[in-house]
């Protein structure tokens, strides 16, 4: 038998106070307190809405709370930059949108890069817009608004999130379709811009069905078209823009969960795993399903998926964002 020393106790109690960095090294340990999922826009908005649900689905499978914290403000590159710059260590995570895909042609001068600053983990849903207004605009059809944004002029007002974000892309494009230069008013998110439609004193928004769904159904907002391609399923009385006159623009909005660059592989891969079941949890597909919209496939919900899905996003609207001269920062 082997005598023991005090030199191995103390060797042996260095090895057990190692053991638990070392499996924290390989994820195994990862997490274990909770994680902080920042939202750019504002509280009861359509990201907030995705953000709330992803969270609560991923609480349930990481074993951790995954907790939300709207950082608004500036079009969504606040939050952003809240992540970009933290520490890269799988505990602060970032829910955004197809803002990832416009801000870098958008903002000439950012403090942190809106490309490389990230990991990104996988894509999480694409949801459909509407063109919505209060409910007594003197409009029935899109043909009819136009006319009416055109004799209004500046008097006509059209809400966004800011620079950055969904609405003001579409809001954007709209009005360079049209040929208007409506009065914009920035929110923090749409979430409270609805509020504004909602009460009768802002005349237009242009946001995602993940928001929108419930007041159309209700009757408390006016709706005109969706900028897509095909007509949304849920709610297939809705024209697109191209059906009703106003061809040119199409606006879909993905969302997807980012780390802060140089968070370790196997960190960024057991977030990976927890969004991928998150996405095939009954309550997030019935969910989606109900606001317009449905889980990315498995394959989509991947890194690289993701990484390839935001380059391309990247390239496509650099030209278009070039050529709208409202987007100058
Ligand atoms: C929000 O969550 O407030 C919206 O997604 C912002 C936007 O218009 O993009």
Redesign the pocket.
């Known amino acids: 038998m082997q005598k023991t020393t005090r030199r191995g106790i103390a060797a042996y109690g260095l090895a057990l106070l190692a053991a638990p960095r070392l499996a924290l090294g390989q994820g195994a340990a990862f997490p274990s307190r909770p994680i902080t999922m920042v939202?750019p826009?504002?509280p009861g908005?359509?990201?907030?809405?995705v953000g709330r649900l992803m969270a609560e689905a991923m609480t349930k499978e990481i074993g951790q709370p995954v907790v939300v914290e709207n950082t608004t403000g500036a079009g969504?590159t606040l939050g952003a930059q809240r992540v970009a710059t933290a520490r890269p260590d799988g505990y602060t995570v970032l829910l955004h949108?197809?803002?990832m895909g416009v801000i870098p042609t958008m903002y000439r001068r950012l403090s942190y890069d809106p490309v490389n600053g990230f990991e990104p983990l996988g894509l999480v849903t694409e949801v459909p817009m509407t063109l919505v207004t209060r409910k007594d605009i003197p409009a029935n059809n899109l043909a009819e608004l136009v006319a009416y944004m055109k004799a209004q002029g500046d008097r006509f007002n059209l809400a966004?999130?800011g620079i950055g974000?969904?609405?003001?892309?579409c809001g954007a494009l709209l009005a360079n379709a049209i040929g208007v230069k409506p009065t914009v008013i920035p929110f923090?998110?749409?979430?409270p811009?609805m509020q504004e439609i909602l009460g009768g004193r802002v005349d237009l928004l242009c946001?995602?069905t993940t928001?929108t769904t419930e007041y159309i159904r209700a009757g408390q907002v006016k709706v005109f078209a969706t900028p897509s391609r095909h007509r949304i399923a849920t709610l297939p009385e809705i024209p697109t823009t191209t059906e009703a006159g106003l061809p040119g623009f199409e606006v879909t909005?993905w969302h997807g969960l980012y780390a802060p660059r140089g968070t370790p592989a196997p960190v960024c891969a057991r977030l990976t795993q927890s969004l991928q079941a998150a996405l095939r949890e009954p309550r997030i597909v019935q969910r989606f399903a109900e606001i317009g919209t449905a889980p990315v496939s498995q394959a989509d919900a991947t890194p690289e998926a993701h990484r390839r899905f935001w380059t391309a996003d990247i390239a496509k609207w650099k030209p278009v964002i070039e050529a709208t001269a409202s987007f100058a920062d």
């Open positions: 939202i826009f504002a908005g359509p990201t907030d809405i969504g949108h197809i803002g966004d999130a974000s969904s609405s003001a892309l923090r998110g749409t979430g811009a946001d995602q928001q909005v």
